[in-house]
């Protein structure tokens, strides 16, 4: 990607991949929909690359699988369709926000990450699992939602947590406090 990097106020993607090569994309006000697979990076030496908005939030809305590595976003929701079964991994980034809406996050998998928000829901799927990996959750005013079948967890850190699973690990974990929580076969480590 070059300098100055702008979409249009409503952009949808194919898929693949982009390398914001230590660039800024100012998505500020936009809303982009992702109808395939797609993988955005920063191969920058320094990892300055970012999605950025300094005003209004805009919605980054996936349908597939979207794969986040070695970038920053600032004030970017990351949104999981309601219309299908989303997938999302996450590895060594600073992320504003993961969300999901309608029950239909197939399977998150966040390693190496910090985030300001989390919110991530595959109650509708019977094989829905979230997989963390150190994580550090920074806005401990905000309630962190998890709800899947399947939660594993090892070395996180976080503020009040709503958790939902059937089954998993949540291992070395520093979770401040949980609420309407529910843990059938759950194992649970904490710091």
Do not use: C, W
Not at 28 to 46: F, Q
Not at 54 to 78: A, Q
Request: hydrophobic share 35%.
């Amino acid at each position: 990607m070059g300098s100055n990097n702008k979409l249009a106020k409503k952009t949808t993607i194919a898929g693949g991949t982009i390398d914001l090569n230590g660039h800024i994309l100012d998505l500020n006000g936009y809303d982009v929909t992702v109808n395939g697979d797609l993988k955005i990076i920063d191969s920058s030496k320094e990892k300055t690359g970012a999605l950025n908005s300094t005003g209004e939030t805009p919605y980054f809305d996936f349908n597939n699988k979207l794969v986040l590595d070695g970038i920053k976003s600032n004030n970017v929701d990351f949104y999981g369709n309601k219309t299908n079964q989303s997938e999302i991994e996450v590895y060594n980034s600073e992320v504003y926000y993961i969300h999901r809406t309608g029950k239909r996050l197939k399977s998150a998998i966040i390693k190496d990450t910090k985030t300001d928000k989390l919110y991530i829901d595959g109650r509708g799927l019977a094989d829905s699992s979230i997989t963390m990996e150190n994580v550090e959750i920074e806005d401990t005013s905000t309630v962190v939602r998890l709800y899947a079948q399947k939660v594993n967890m090892k070395n996180v850190v976080s503020g009040t947590m709503q958790l939902s699973a059937s089954n998993g690990i949540v291992d070395n974990a520093k979770i401040t406090s949980t609420s309407a929580a529910s843990f059938a076969a759950l194992t649970i480590n904490l710091l």
